[in-house]
């Protein structure tokens, strides 16, 4: 139902405003919204990068979860 209402009141939009349907004007919203994308995944990159390493799990005390010796586990 969303999409219906958004491709609606687009098309009202639309012929409200035909100058908006122009070649240059779609290729500038195009790269508008292609950069707000853009900045919002890399703002996401950059906060996951600040819990990166950290556990989201309480330390335990228990030493039975570690690995004593240096090989690769499988």
Known sequence: MLQVNFVATSAVKA???PELLSPNELHARF???LNKFKSSIEKTE????????????????SSSNLQTDNTKVA
């Open 46 to 61: 950059f906060c996951s990068l600040g819990t990166k390493g950290k556990s989201v799990l309480p330390a335990t005390s």
């Open 31 to 33: 790269r508008d919204q």
């Open 15 to 17: 012929l409200e405003r």
